[in-house]
């Protein structure tokens, strides 16, 4: 290798090609990041679920927004004490182990605001279009924005994670999918049995 092969290959980048790279990211961010994800995604799914299950069943505005409303505030309370016990248990077990210094632990409080707040924006998708006077097409004017959603949240977090965007893309729109499906089956099955 000549003197001058070996001189470009080691200098340093530029400075300004060292400000583009992203800062490497913690254990602590990385569960933020993972909590907030998760917290979108189930969101939107769990929300969307439940209006269209409940849209299966009643054919009352008010009935699908009293049930999306109830799921929103469940929902987000919900994963935020499942991402604060969760983490928790997570952080004692790193102590427990000493495997990482004490300001790069997990931080239950950073995981259960983050997906909190994930899950009330995520789910504040599938209630406000509920909210519009679709009359018959609530189902599939749900259905439809949610698939939006999930096509954003999976290629965020895939491009994110560094991992392949159309995997992440498919996995969530084929998991909110059924489980809206599913949901409605369900809710037009309880509803004619009433």
């Given at each position: 290798?000549?003197?001058?092969?070996?001189?470009?290959?080691?200098?340093?980048?530029?400075?300004?090609?060292?400000?583009a790279a992203p800062a490497p990211l913690t254990g602590s961010r990385?569960?933020?990041?993972?909590?907030?994800?998760?917290?979108?995604?189930?969101?939107?799914?769990?929300?969307?679920?439940?209006?269209?299950?409940?849209a299966g069943a009643s054919s009352t505005t008010a009935s699908i927004v009293t049930a999306g409303v109830a799921g929103l505030v469940a929902g987000a309370l919900s994963m935020a004490t499942g991402e604060y016990v969760s983490v928790s248990s997570q952080r004692d077990a790193e102590r427990a182990g000493l495997a990482t210094p004490d300001e790069e632990l997990t931080n239950p409080w950073h995981a259960a605001v983050a997906s909190l707040f994930a899950f009330v924006?995520?789910?504040?998708?599938?209630?406000?279009?509920?909210?519009?006077?679709?009359?018959?097409?609530?189902?599939?004017?749900?259905?439809?924005?949610?698939?939006?959603?999930?096509?954003?949240?999976?290629?965020?977090?895939?491009?994110?994670?560094?991992s392949d965007v159309r995997r992440a893309?498919?996995?969530?729109?084929?998991?909110?999918?059924?489980?809206?499906?599913?949901?409605?089956?369900v809710g037009s099955l309880v509803g004619l049995a009433l």
């Open positions: 290798m000549s003197t001058i092969s070996a001189h470009l290959i080691s200098r340093p980048a530029p400075a300004s090609d060292r400000a990385l569960n933020q990041l993972r909590a907030g994800v998760l917290g979108a995604n189930d969101g939107i799914v769990s929300v969307a679920a439940i209006v269209v299950g409940v924006v995520g789910g504040l998708v599938p209630l406000l279009v509920a909210l519009a006077p679709w009359g018959s097409a609530i189902v599939p004017a749900v259905f439809g924005a949610v698939v939006v959603a999930l096509v954003v949240t999976g290629a965020v977090s895939a491009r994110i994670g560094g893309v498919l996995r969530n729109v084929a998991g909110g999918s059924i489980a809206m499906i599913v949901t409605y089956a």
